[in-house]
C-alpha cells in the first residue's frame, strides 16, 4: 500500500492514498498532505447542543534538563528549498533501509503558455536525519505530481518515478526504475502513455501491469524493461491469487459500456498469453478476501444483481442479501477469507443502512447492525481494530437524528455502547454517557485531523479522536486511547492531535493540530497514553503539515513536515526528524513483559474467560511503567487455547435475528411463508434447519450445540405457498433431479433430517425468491493484495470506480 506525503499550500490535512483503509492501522509506504475541505458536516443530523466539554485529568510530565538536551542532540532539520505551490511527496524504500525519497513539484499554471513544470528529488539513508538532493540521477525531468513516485512492496527496494511528458511530444511515456532503493535509476521509454499510477504486484514486484491513457492494459515481467498490449478497451483491473489478473473491457468505449452494464470480466493465468471470459454484462467488479464480486444484469432491463465467487470466477453464486432499489447501494465494509462485511443502504436519502455479515462462501448473509452510518458518497466510520482479532467499532444514527458510537468484540455477532473512560466526567445535560468516536464520515474534518489508529505489532493499543456524552458532540474532540482493544478507555490528550505508533507501540508521539497558529513541540508517551512528557524541538516554529514514522512500527525515528514563511512571506518547507533510540536506550528484558489473556472479563468461569472465536490467546505484552525499547527485533507473542462451544460461538442463520432480551435466534416475520429453491454444486443445502451458524473462522470445540427446531419452525414444504396458513412456518419447495429421476416434493408437513441431499444437477445456485437483488452499487477497497487485507488504513474510496453498479 502506498502513502503520499503531498504539502500543498497553508492548510494542510492528512489524507489516503488509493490502498489504505481508513479505518485502523497506519502502516502506509507513502503520505499525503493535501488542503483540507471546509464546511464538512451533517447538518442534517442533530448532535448534542452542550456547551460544556467533558472533563478529564491528563498526567503531564516535565522533561529533564537533560533528556531535553539529548533529544536536541539528536534531531536534525532540513530545509527544502520551495516555491509558492510546490507540493512534497515523501515515500519510504524498503523495510527497516531507512531510505526515505522526497520529490518537490511545481506544475505550471493552468492558464500558463508553457505546458509540464519541474521536479527535485531528494534522497535520505538515514531515517530523515540528511537529505540529497539526487536530481540529478533523474535528469532533472519533470515528474509527476499525482502518481509520480512509486515503491515496491515489503522488502523491496524497487522504486519507479513516472515522468510528466506532453502527449504530443512524445509517442509514449517515459518512467525511471530503480532496484537499490534510488541509489542508482534507469530510464525507460514506454509504448504508451500512463493513465493511473503504474501497480506492482502484491508479491513479485518485477510485475508490474499499467493502463493508458487509451484504455490498453499493459504487462512488464522483467520490472518495467519491456512491455506487451495485454488488451484494449480496458475499464478497471486487478491482481487475484498468484499471477491472476482480472479486468474488465469492452470494445465499444468502456465509459459508456460501464454505464449500460456491457463489460465482459476476464481473467488471464498466463500473463496474457490466454484469457477465460468468466463474466458478460456486468457493470463492475472487485476482489477482496479471496471473493470475486460482481454486478450483473442477468436479462435486458432487469434489476442488477451481485454474484460471488471463491474460485477465481470458475464459478459464481448469487449473494443473498436484501433487495434494493436503484437509489440504494451495497458497500463492502471489511473482508477476508472467512467472512464479509457487508452495508446495505436503507431506501431514500437516509445516510443509514444496514450491516451485514457472511458465510465463510461469501454467499449467505445475516443481519448484523441497524441504521449503521453512512454516506451517498462511500463515507463510513467502520473500524477494524488490528490491534485485537474481532473486534469492529461504527457509527449508528438513532432515530431522534443523534449518532452515537457501538462497538463490537466477536466478529458484529452483537454491538454495545463504548464505555466512558473512568478519567473522564460526563456533561451535565447528559443522559445518557458514552464515549462517542469520530470516524471518517461523523467527524468534522476542520478539527479532526486523524482517524482512529491501531497497529497488529501493539496488541490492544488503539488511539483516537472522540467525545464524552449522549452522542457525537459539535464540540472539538479530544484524544482517548485505550490498551484492550476498546472495552476500557482512558481520556489522554485535550483537542485534536497527529499521533503516531513507534516501536511496537512501547512509544506514542502526538503534536497538537491547529490552523492557525505554529507550533514547536512534541509530546510522547511510554505508558500508552497515561502519561505524556513535552519536548521542544526547535526555537523556529513551524506550520504543521503532519507526521511521517516508517511503516511497521518498528522504528523510534518520527518526522514532522511543515513550513514556515521566510523573510519575503514565501514558504520554506522544513522536515524535523527525532530519533527517540537514543533517550530510550535500555533494552526490554523479561521482567518488562507480562502474560496478558485478550478479551478477558476477570469474573467469567476460568475455562471460557477470553474465549472469542473458539479459543483464547495469552499475549506477552510490555508492561505500561517499563520505560525500554522493544527494538526491531521485537515479535508478537502468542498462545493460543482452544475453548468449548458457547451460544457466543454462533450467530444467527440467513433470515434471522438475534433477539435482544433472550438471545435466542427467531425467525424474521418477513421471511414467514417464503417459498424457497435451494441447490448448492448440485446438493440441497438445509440452512435454517436450528437458526443458528458457527460464526465464520471460529474454532470452538465441544460444548454447546444449537437444537434443531420443532413445532412451529419445523421446515415445510408446500406446492401452493400463499394457501398456507401464516402459522410461523417456512415453506420450502425441493425440485431436482436425483439418481435419474424428477421428483417434485410435496408435503404437507416434512422435517428435514440430513444437512444435503445429492443432486445430479451441477450449475450451482442459490435462489431465494424473497431475496432479489435489485442494485449493484458495491463498494470495495481497491486492493493489490488477494486476501483483502492491506498494509495500512482499509479505505472507502469516494469514487466511481469504488461502486459495484
Known amino acids: 500500500m502506498n502513502w503520499t506525503l503531498l504539502v500543498l499550500g497553508s492548510v494542510c490535512l492528512l489524507v489516503l492514498g488509493q490502498d489504505a483503509f481508513a479505518h485502523g492501522k497506519r502502516n502506509a509506504r507513502t503520505v499525503t498532505f493535501s488542503r483540507a475541505a471546509r464546511g464538512h458536516g451533517h447538518s442534517r443530523h442533530r448532535r448534542d447542543t452542550w456547551t ?6 491528563a498526567c503531564k510530565s516535565p522533561l529533564s534538563p537533560r533528556d531535553q538536551a539529548l533529544l536536541l542532540s539528536h534531531t536534525h532539520e532540513t530545509v527544502f528549498q520551495g516555491d509558492e505551490g510546490s507540493s512534497f511527496t515523501l515515500t519510504w524504500v524498503g523495510d527497516g533501509t531507512g531510505v526515505i525519497l522526497v520529490l518537490s513539484t511545481l506544475s505550471a499554471p493552468s492558464d500558463s503558455f508553457y505546458e509540464g513544470g519541474s521536479s ?13 538532493d539526487v536530481s540529478n540521477a533523474i535528469k532533472n525531468t519533470f515528474i509527476k505530481k499525482d502518481f509520480g513516485i512509486s515503491a515496491g512492496p515489503g522488502n523491496s527496494q524497487q522504486v519507479i518515478l513516472t515522468a510528466n511528458l506532453p502527449f504530443t511530444e512524445t509517442p509514449g511515456g517515459v518512467i525511471f526504475t530503480s532496484m537499490d532503493a534510488g541509489v542508482t535509476f534507469r530510464s525507460v521509454h514506454l509504448p504508451f502513455h500512463p493513465a493511473q499510477a503504474i501497480q506492482f504486484h502484491y508479491q513479485e514486484p518485477k510485475y508490474l501491469v499499467a493502463i493508458s491513457n487509451d484504455d490498453g492494459l499493459w504487462l512488464s515481467e522483467d520490472f518495467g524493461n519491456s512491455w506487451s498490449k495485454v488488451h484494449e478497451g480496458v475499464h478497471t483491473f486487478t491482481w487475484g491469487s498468484g499471477i491472476t489478473l482480472f479486468f474488465s473491457s469492452s470494445p465499444k468505449g468502456t465509459v459508456e459500456a460501464a454505464r449500460r452494464g456491457k463489460l465482459i470480466l476476464r481473467r488471464t493465468q498466463d500473463f496474457g498469453k490466454t484469457f477465460t471470459t468468466i463474466a458478460k454484462n456486468i457493470f463492475s467488479f472487485r476482489y477482496i478476501g479471496g471473493f470475486l464480486f460482481t454486478s450483473v444484469m442477468e436479462k435486458l432491463a432487469s434489476p442488477r444483481v451481485i454474484y460471488v465467487s471463491s474460485d477465481q470466477g470458475d464459478r459464481f453464486q448469487k449473494a443473498q442479501l436484501p433487495s434494493a432499489t436503484t437509489e440504494q447501494f451495497y458497500s463492502i465494509l471489511d473482508g477476508d477469507e472467512d467472512m464479509i462485511f457487508m452495508h446495505v443502504d436503507n431506501p431514500g436519502d437516509t445516510h443509514f443502512g444496514t450491516i451485514y455479515t457472511s458465510d465463510d462462501r461469501g454467499i449467505l448473509y445475516s443481519k448484523s447492525l441497524e ?34 458510537s457501538v462497538i463490537s468484540f466477536d466478529r458484529g455477532r452483537r454491538w454495545s455502547f463504548l464505555k466512558k473512560p473512568e478519567n473522564v466526567n460526563c456533561p451535565d445535560s447528559s443522559k445518557k454517557c458514552n464515549l462517542h468516536i469520530h470516524g471518517e464520515h461523523s467527524h468534522f474534518i476542520e478539527i479532526t485531523p486523524m482517524l482512529p489508529l491501531s497497529e497488529p505489532t501493539a496488541i490492544g493499543l488503539v488511539i483516537a479522536h472522540g467525545s464524552v456524552g449522549d452522542s457525537i458532540s459539535a464540540v472539538r474532540p479530544d484524544v482517548y486511547v485505550s490498551g484492550d482493544g476498546g472495552y476500557t478507555w482512558w481520556g489522554t490528550l485535550r483537542g485534536p492531535h497527529h499521533y503516531t505508533i513507534l516501536d511496537s507501540g512501547g512509544l506514542i508521539v502526538a503534536v497538537e493540530a491547529h490552523r492557525d497558529r505554529q507550533i514547536s513541540s512534541i509530546k510522547f508517551s511510554t505508558d500508552e497514553g497515561q502519561c505524556w512528557k513535552i519536548f521542544n524541538f526547535t526555537s523556529h516554529p513551524i506550520f504543521l503539515a503532519g507526521l511521517a514514522s516508517e511503516p511497521g512500527t518498528k522504528s523510534m525515528n518520527i518526522s514532522i513536515f511543515g513550513y514556515r514563511p ?10 524535523v526528524t527525532i530519533d527517540f533510540e537514543h533517550l530510550l536506550t535500555r533494552e526490554c528484558d523479561e521482567q518488562d513483559y507480562v502474560q496478558w489473556l485478550a478479551h478477558s472479563d476477570y469474573d467469567s468461569d476460568p475455562e471460557t474467560d477470553g474465549c472469542l472465536l473458539g479459543y483464547k490467546e495469552t499475549f506477552r505484552r510490555l508492561k505500561k511503567l517499563s520505560a525500554c525499547r522493544n527494538g526491531r527485533g521485537y515479535v508478537v507473542s502468542r498462545q493460543q487455547q482452544t475453548c468449548p462451544c458457547t451460544r457466543n460461538d454462533y450467530m444467527c442463520e440467513y433470515g434471522f435475528y438475534l433477539h435482544e432480551n ?38 470452538c470445540e465441544g460444548g454447546f450445540s444449537p437444537p434443531r427446531r420443532e413445532g412451529k419452525d419445523i421446515l415445510l414444504a408446500s406446492s401452493k405457498p400463499h394457501s398456507v396458513r401464516p402459522l410461523g412456518m417456512l415453506v420450502l419447495i425441493v425440485v431436482c433431479t436425483c439418481v435419474g429421476v424428477i421428483g417434485l416434493v410435496i408435503t404437507a408437513a416434512l422435517i428435514i433430517t440430513s444437512r444435503r441431499i445429492n443432486c445430479r444437477q451441477r450449475s450451482p445456485a442459490y435462489r431465494f425468491s424473497a431475496l432479489q437483488l435489485q442494485d449493484d452499487d458495491l463498494s470495495v477497497s481497491n486492493d493489490s493484495r488477494p486476501d483483502g487485507k492491506l498494509n495500512g488504513f482499509h479505505v472507502q474510496e469516494d469514487s466511481d470506480d469504488e461502486l459495484i453498479e
Open 52 to 57: 460544556g466539554p467533558a472533563r478529564f485529568t
Open 662 to 699: 433472550t438471545s435466542e435466534c427467531l425467525l424474521q416475520p418477513d421471511f414467514l411463508n417464503r417459498t424457497q429453491y435451494i441447490s448448492l454444486n448440485g446438493e440441497l443445502d438445509d440452512l435454517q434447519n436450528t437458526g443458528y451458524r458457527k460464526i465464520p473462522g471460529d474454532k
Open 566 to 575: 521566510d523573510d519575503d512571506d514565501q514558504p520554506m518547507w522544513v522536515a
Open 371 to 404: 441504521r449503521h452510518l453512512f454516506s451517498s458518497e462511500g463515507k463510513s466510520d467502520f473500524t477494524n481494530v488490528t490491534s485485537l482479532r474481532g473486534v469492529y467499532f461504527t457509527n449508528r444514527l438513532e432515530e431522534d437524528g443523534r449518532i452515537r
Open 120 to 132: 527535485r528529488l531528494y534522497r535520505s539513508e538515514d531515517y530523515g536525519k540528511s537529505f540529497h
